[in-house]
């Protein structure tokens, strides 16, 4: 018995992707294909409800499906209790998506 607690990906399900100067995007869960580890995401829409300083920021996400869609494979040695998937294109170790989370964050200190 596993003390972790696994969330698989699920179709609707939020997603963030990330990436090395600290940005995050919201992507809603298109597609699933277990036998893979891949999932397919599209970026959501997000609207700006309030602003309450940078770290208060509150959004109202809106799925996008005509966005284009972006393949993602389980990272192999992922925490258990946190799905990370990397981009298929271009696996590159600065930018990955965690599932069961959605946020915005545009780090403007760049």
């Excluded at 990906?9 to 997603?15: H, R, V």
Aim: net charge negative; aromatic share 8%.
């Amino acid at each position: 018995m596993s003390p972790f607690k696994i969330i698989p990906p699920l179709i609707g399900m939020g997603a963030t992707s990330h990436n090395v100067i600290g940005n995050q995007l919201p992507h809603t869960i298109h597609s699933v294909c277990s036998s893979s580890n891949t999932i397919e995401t599209t970026l959501d829409d997000c609207e700006l409800i309030s602003d309450n300083g940078t770290e208060n920021m509150e959004y109202n996400f809106q799925t996008n499906r005509t966005n284009e869609i972006i393949r993602w494979v389980l990272k192999e040695s992922a925490n258990p209790t946190h799905s990370i998937y990397f981009p298929e294109e271009v696996k590159s170790p600065y930018q990955y998506l965690k599932i069961n989370t959605k946020n915005k964050y545009i780090n403007s200190n760049i």
